[in-house]
């Protein structure tokens, strides 16, 4: 989906208009909700974890409240803390909580926390086509829906407009052409790297650009069997390709074998670095003095690359709110969930000139002129990438697959082992690790 004339114009249009209002629309009642406050009266608790995008929706509670007769006091856990105030409230909750937050990778591990909602949606008759199938795949196991997405990451490339300007060169809207683009920074910037991209081990970290490699080599984590097909002939070549940008063409800055992600996110920032695959929030980093040497007008964004002639890809992380099987108030519960589903209460936040929260996870507000104008168009350039990606089922042992991964992409990237022999070795164990269930 290649932004055409008449988009830019639209969010021309949608710049003036926020130009001219300065602030978001009033949040008018939500749809779905029950008439005749039902539940008037009713307490609800919710667990949810530290972000900006739900502190906007507390202090959006009034309306919520208004509209329902239903009160909702949040619990902010930290997101180094949250998995385990998950698993407690799973294991030895009384129902404290009415609803709750989990990160994808948990959902599998925690679905006997959330109850299923497949019927409640249906009643409500909130459209699921209102989130990319990406996010939307995460709140699912067993083929049940446990919970709607409401937080959401995409990857994009951020890349030195100034200096692309400066010597004439194009975003890379290929991998191929990534390696040409860095090539020519490095020849004409001294101590400037092409691109800056992690490799060392660290929470499965050098592995989130890689699945873009991965699939758009036309390859897979796990076959229809549920085995490993990471060490097929087109996870090996995509393995490569990536290694590649570190060890044969070598526009990774030095270092960047024991590289994290924030490593990499430093390395541009400090003018180390041309260009940097990442999630979208990292924007507000990259302009921010206190963390960065560079101004808004130095960076630009662009989809991630993709292969020449394959469809663009985005590797996701998404947050979902579901109710949990213990509430005594369920059917309240989900009176604040269809009210968080609503994209006026995602565009809300997004428009308000007091919140910086790039977030949204809807097509009507990734596809929105107004947010488009905010936000330099940043989000149709993420629904590039979130139309055709592919996702990752997250079981019960994701942590210790993504462990094995990492550690052989590490050890491919030091050299220490070849490629087939790294990601060979971590096919045997995974299998090994799914055997032990």
């Known amino acids: 989906m290649a932004l055409r004339r008449r988009d830019i114009l639209a969010g021309a249009a949608g710049a003036a208009a926020f130009a001219a209002t300065g602030a978001q629309a009033q949040l008018g009642p939500a749809p779905n909700i029950r008439p005749g406050k039902p539940f008037a009266g009713t307490e609800l608790k919710v667990l949810c974890v530290v972000a900006s995008q739900f502190r906007a929706h507390e202090a959006r509670l009034a309306a919520f409240t208004e509209q329902t007769g239903i009160t909702a006091k949040y619990t902010f856990v930290p997101f180094a803390s949250m998995r385990e105030a998950l698993t407690a409230e799973m294991v030895g909750g009384g129902g404290d909580y009415d609803l709750a937050i ?13 109850d299923p909602i497949d019927a409640r949606v249906r009643d409500k008759g909130i459209p699921l086509d209102r989130w990319p199938a990406a996010h939307l795949r995460q709140g699912t196991v067993n083929g049940r829906l446990l919970g709607l997405p409401s937080r959401g990451h995409v990857q994009l490339l951020f890349y030195r407009k100034d200096l692309f300007e400066k010597h004439n060169l194009t975003p890379p809207a290929t991998w191929e052409a990534l390696v040409e683009a860095g090539k ?32 758009g080599r036309g390859g897979a984590l796990f076959d229809e069997r549920g085995q490993p097909a990471f060490n097929s002939q087109a996870g090996l070549a995509a393995v490569q390709d990536y290694v590649d940008l570190l060890r044969r063409h070598r526009i990774t800055p030095a270092g960047a074998v024991s590289f994290t992600e924030q490593d990499a996110v430093n390395s541009m920032g400090q003018g180390n670095s041309a260009m940097l695959p990442v999630w979208w929030w990292v924007r507000s980093t990259l302009v921010n003095p206190q963390a960065s040497r560079l101004t808004a007008a130095q960076i630009g964004f662009a989809p991630m690359p993709s292969y020449a002639g394959k469809p663009r890809t985005t590797f996701t992380n998404t947050w979902v709110w579901g109710i949990s099987q213990r509430s005594r108030r369920k059917d309240a519960a989900m009176e604040l969930l269809t009210w968080i589903a609503n994209p006026a209460l995602e565009r809300d936040i997004l428009l308000d000139p007091k919140e910086n929260d790039v977030v949204a996870v809807m097509w009507p507000n990734l596809m929105d002129d107004a947010v488009n104008a905010r936000f330099g168009g940043m989000h149709r350039l993420a629904a590039e990438g979130l139309r055709d990606t592919q996702s990752i089922t997250f079981g019960p042992e994701w942590p210790q697959i993504s462990e094995a991964l990492e550690t052989a992409m590490s050890e491919a990237a030091s050299g220490t082992k070849t490629v087939p022999d790294a990601f060979n070795a971590a096919a045997a164990q995974v299998r090994r690790i799914a055997r032990r269930g």
């Not at 989990?102 to 959330?114: E, G, K, P």
């Not at 800056?196 to 873009?212: E, K």
Request: aromatic content about 16%.
């Open 102 to 114: 989990a990160m994808d990778q948990w959902v599998a591990s925690l679905n006997n926390l959330f």
């Open 184 to 215: 020519a920074i490095q020849e004409k910037e001294s101590g400037i790297s092409g691109v800056a991209v992690p490799y060392g081990r660290s929470n499965g970290q050098n592995l989130m650009v890689w699945y873009n490699f991965l699939w």
